[in-house]
């Protein structure tokens, strides 16, 4: 099923007194919502009649956060931790509402941004199929740039650590500073008799 988006990012209708800061989707009231990503859920607020009336706040692992509102029913607390597809709560039209709809925002860095890169997963969070494909992408392992360097940093210095703890072990260092130290004196011990020997012949 595809809801019809009735208002976008930042328009502002007559009825709003500041831009949008998110996107409505008109849905039937208490059409199951689900996470579309896995977080954590940061806050759950019952504002009455006002602004969006109930809503959840969820923490992306990559720090942003979703906030669903205007719902009928909340279904998650405060410090639940949510998976792809799990269910957050059911539509409505509470709060600041001219109908039953879906207002769903995201926020990064305490401000908001534009929702639009969402819209086909709020489209599809109750797609049987899209839901299984973006569940096995969640449990897919990836690393960033940073993840891999810090892999490899981490490999490195374990291999240091084990060669210097080989090299520290097996080595006898005060026969091999003696062995090192011994050569010079040879040499100049050599050396000296050879020149006292000259010496003698001539005086």
Known sequence: MTYRITS????????????????????PENTPLRSIKDGIVERVVDFGSSNIGKGVFI????????????????????????????????????????GAHLHFAVKEGGRFIDPSPYIDLIQNMNNPSFLAKMQHASD???????????????????IKFQFIN???????????????MKKPFQ????????LYDILWCIF
């Open 8 to 27: 976008r990012f930042l328009e502002q209708e007559p009825f709003r007194t500041r831009p949008h800061t998110g996107i409505d989707f008109a849905m």
């Open 59 to 98: 923490k992306w692992q990559d720090g942003k956060t979703a906030i669903y509102g205007h719902l009928s029913q909340i279904t998650v607390k405060q410090g639940d931790i949510v998976k792809v597809g799990d269910l957050i709560g059911y539509s409505g039209n509470t709060g600041h509402s001219t």
């Open 187 to 194: 040499f100049l011990a050599c050396h000296t008799s050879f």
């Open 166 to 180: 080989i090299f520290v072990r097996e080595v006898d260092y005060y026969s091999l500073i003696l062995q090192i």
């Open 140 to 158: 897919t392992v990836t690393l960033n740039g940073t993840q891999f360097i810090q892999m490899i940093s981490d490999t490195l210095s374990s």
